[in-house]
């Protein structure tokens, strides 16, 4: 009955509380607890969703470097075996960098 005390002085109520005005402070307060975990927990997940995303933008950036590493060997390996003439004639076409 401590409960029933605190709502009373909180809210000004003097002499009895109905029961059917005390059940209907209860729900609220239960509706609102619930939101507020519901709330925390919505935070939680997108807490946890940026988390991931950084990762995910961390580990692409690593890849990319290591992408880059290889393409440019690949692109070396094709290119070795051309002439000169080839390809100062293929880097004035601009097909070449």
């Known amino acids: 009955m401590e409960i029933m005390k605190l709502i009373k002085e909180s809210l000004g109520i003097e002499g009895e509380l109905d029961e ?6 209860i729900q609220s307060l239960d509706n609102d ?3 507020a975990k519901d709330d925390q927990e919505q935070l939680e997940k997108e807490r946890k969703a940026e988390e991931g995303r950084e990762w995910t933008d961390r580990v692409v950036a690593a ?3 290591k ?12 290119v ?3 002439s000169a003439g080839r390809l100062a ?7 070449i960098d």
């Open 20 to 25: 059917k005005t005390a059940k209907e402070i």
């Open 33 to 35: 607890i619930q939101k």
């Open 63 to 65: 890849r990319g470097k």
């Open 67 to 78: 992408q880059s590493i290889i393409k440019a060997r690949a692109k070396t390996r094709q």
């Open 80 to 82: 070795k075996g051309y």
């Open 89 to 95: 004639r293929l880097r004035r076409l601009g097909k």
